[in-house]
């Protein structure tokens, strides 16, 4: 069956803390990995991850992919209050175009 | 932000009642999604299109059907709900499949 597992699931830290998020994943066809970001509302796109050790950055946000372990991490340097939100997880496969989502990590970011 | 609206915004309705769910979309985008999300499970795909009356099922579609008669409608359909169908429901569209983007969800009450 295949499976996109997020850690932790929740994570509490103080202003200006460094977090890393955990994506792995075991599906049958993959194509590409995404992060997003999901506030009050609907989930925000952040990055796609296709190859391996290559990172993408946006801003304190970075990300990168291990295709032999199966899986991604997503950092975020210096937090701030507006990160707080729930991260999610996604794996594109080939097949039938589907999309599989983790259960997310919620990040509170205290002031 | 992409063009996705959804409707309606919220609705509470009885078990047993016919309920239609509306993603508009003015975006030209090939893909459309319909996605629940619960606490404890994260988004969970019902159903996508990959084209006008070209539909497949995701991994929740019991209990669901889908329709799109046009590029820019993608109508989801709960029979008749039940209270396990409680949920919010987003509908997503992308042109190359890897980036999704969102509409503001709809929440779903089965009383």
């Known amino acids: 069956e295949d499976k996109v597992v997020q850690s932790p699931l929740s994570l509490v830290v103080h202003e200006g803390d460094t977090v890393t998020l955990n994506c792995s994943y075991e599906?049958?066809?993959?194509?590409?990995l995404l992060w997003y970001k999901q506030e009050k509302k609907a989930p925000t796109f952040l990055f796609m991850l296709?190859?391996?050790?290559i990172e993408k950055k946006s801003g304190r946000l970075s990300s990168i992919l291990d295709k032999k372990e199966l899986f991604s991490i997503l950092n975020i340097t210096a937090t701030q209050t507006g990160d707080s939100a729930i991260y999610l997880c996604?794996?594109?496969?080939?097949?039938?175009?589907?999309?599989?989502f983790g259960k997310g990590t919620r990040l509170h970011i205290l002031p | 932000d992409a063009g996705i609206t959804q409707s309606p915004r919220h609705k509470v309705t009885e078990t047993g009642t016919p309920v239609t769910l509306r993603c508009h979309q003015t975006?030209?985008?090939?893909?459309m999604y319909w996605y629940r999300q619960d606490p404890g499970h994260g988004l969970r795909l019902i159903h996508y299109?990959?084209?006008?009356?070209?539909?497949d099922k995701g991994e929740v579609s019991d209990g669901y059907s889908v329709s799109r008669s046009k590029t820019e409608d993608f109508l989801l359909t709960l029979e008749s709900a039940t209270s396990s169908q409680t949920s919010v429901y987003f509908c997503?569209?992308?042109?190359?499949?890897?980036?999704?983007?969102f509409g503001p969800g709809t929440r779903l009450t089965v009383l």
């Open positions: 997503a569209i992308s042109e190359i499949v890897n980036e999704q983007f």
């Open positions: 599906v049958t066809n993959f194509r590409s």
């Open positions: 296709t190859s391996s050790g």
């Open positions: 996604a794996v594109l496969m080939n097949r039938d175009d589907k999309i599989i």
């Open positions: 975006e030209n985008h090939r893909y």
């Open positions: 299109s990959y084209g006008v009356k070209d539909t």
